[in-house]
């Protein structure tokens, strides 16, 4: 792949980010199903990263996470770390273990969401905010809800990744 | 594997580990991270103008599929004016009656006085763990950590938690980490206004610590205290829905209603400063 390929590749991956961001905190935070919105950012994080392989994936993961440490609540450089490591262990979980295919960003995204929900469920227990059992049933509907924007996102960043490799080898 | 991680791996985890420090540090110290704040800045007129055109569909939506609904509380409301203007032509005698009394014991007037700062709110919550809103006045209009935020009918938002240049996050009254000191309206009882985990997710919260012998009933209005001298009181939270027993069935707590309308809120207002004598 050519440098300017490689540019064209990764300026539409972010443009794609910019629409899911806003898709997340200007139009879903409106519309709340079984009382939860959808987490997009770290569905992106992860679908790039299976798509992609594990040194972008943890590229990407980093620029994801900072976005996310800014425009989500009281993070405080959790969500970048977390989502630098997420975006390298998924690359890596795809490429040696699973089929860098929509089952293979499935199975990644419900890991990823297990992670980031599980070290959100043990600083919630720790300072005492809600019983476990609640804590585990948002958590649930959280990652019920964004699965199933796997789907459209796949499809979108696939989409960019499928077109750029095919421009490139021609 | 370990080629890939020797190679590049590590310098990215390396990188993430120094900006995750950075952030949590600069958060730590400074009250806003600096990124938080640039994205802040960068986003607050676009999001302003977002909000605008989200503000203008829902009233459409509420004018084409609301409009019996509309119609119905338009006349409940009439109806409750007109209860009120004889309330309140019936209270101005005790208000004079009051203002002579005031005079002859020689009493301060009871009164009090807020400086304002008005906002927009540019964004609504973006995490199921908390609620939150954005604001459009920062730190540049004089607003701090630990104000409280009213609508247009002087009911209490929530508080200020983090200000950036021309931006602030507030924690909504719902929010798990509300804790001030409320009273009952009707009996001037103390008792502790708190967010819940689970009630937040009904847009609910509670009074909790009830003094035993509380008389309290549904319906209920709630004011923030003022005891400690951090909030305003006579701030009105909401009204009481129900009365129940906690998990130790030996404390009774109150799960209130909010009177602001938290998911429909447009122009907030951020008390700087106050004067209270009551």
């Not at chain 1, 227990?125 to 585990?136: D, I």
């Amino acid at each position: 792949m050519t440098s300017p390929d490689f540019f064209r590749k990764w300026t539409a991956y972010a443009l794609a980010l910019i629409a899911v961001l806003c898709l997340e905190c200007f139009i879903m935070n409106r519309l709340p199903v079984w009382g939860v919105t959808p987490r997009l950012l770290p569905l992106a994080a992860v679908i790039v990263a299976v798509l992609e392989g594990p040194l972008s994936g943890a590229g990407f993961g980093l620029a994801v996470g900072i976005l996310a440490d800014a425009v989500y609540p009281g993070l405080a450089g959790g969500m970048t770390l977390i989502l630098t490591f997420l975006g390298l262990g998924m690359g890596l979980l795809c490429r040696y273990f699973l089929h860098q295919n929509y089952l293979g960003c499935l199975i990644c995204s419900i890991l990823a969401f297990f992670t980031i929900d599980l070290i959100r469920i043990m600083f919630d227990l720790l300072t005492h905010v809600a019983s476990l059992s609640t804590l585990c049933f948002l958590a649930f509907r959280e990652l019920s809800w964004s699965l199933v924007f796997t789907v459209p996102l796949y499809w979108l960043f696939r989409a960019i990744h499928r077109r750029i490799s095919r421009s490139a080898n021609l | 594997m370990k080629d890939f991680m020797k190679h590049n791996g590590i310098l990215i985890l390396i990188v993430a580990v120094l900006l995750a420090a950075i952030t949590f540090v600069c958060s730590l110290f400074a009250g806003t991270d600096p990124l938080s704040n640039a994205v802040g800045v960068l986003t607050t007129p676009f999001r302003s103008g977002l909000n605008t055109v989200a503000g203008w569909v829902d009233d459409v939506n509420g004018y084409l599929f609301d409009y019996d609904t509309l119609k119905t509380e338009n006349e409940a409301l009439k109806q409750q004016v007109a209860d009120l203007e004889e309330q309140a032509r019936a209270g101005e005698d005790a208000s004079e009656e009051n203002t002579r009394l005031r005079e002859l014991l020689n009493l301060r007037e009871k009164h009090s006085s807020f400086d304002l700062e008005s906002a927009m709110v540019t964004a609504r919550s973006t995490s199921n763990w908390s609620s939150t809103l954005t604001i459009s006045a920062g730190s540049d209009y004089g607003v701090e950590v630990d104000q409280c935020v009213i609508d247009e009918y002087g009911n209490l938002v929530g508080i200020v938690s983090e200000v950036g240049t021309n931006w602030a996050t507030v924690n909504t009254v719902i929010d798990t980490y509300t804790e001030l000191g409320g009273s009952i309206a009707r009996t001037n009882s103390a008792a502790i206004i708190e967010g819940d985990f689970t009630l937040m997710q009904q847009g609910k919260l509670k009074l909790s610590y009830l003094p035993e012998d509380t008389q309290i009933i549904s319906g209920d209005q709630i004011l923030t205290s003022g005891k400690g001298g951090v909030y305003p009181s006579g701030l009105v939270v909401g009204s009481v829905e129900e009365i129940l027993d906690d998990a130790s069935n030996l404390n009774r707590y109150a799960v209130i209603a909010p009177s602001a309308d938290l998911d429909h809120l447009v122009q907030v207002f951020v008390i700087k400063d106050f004067d209270i004598v009551s």
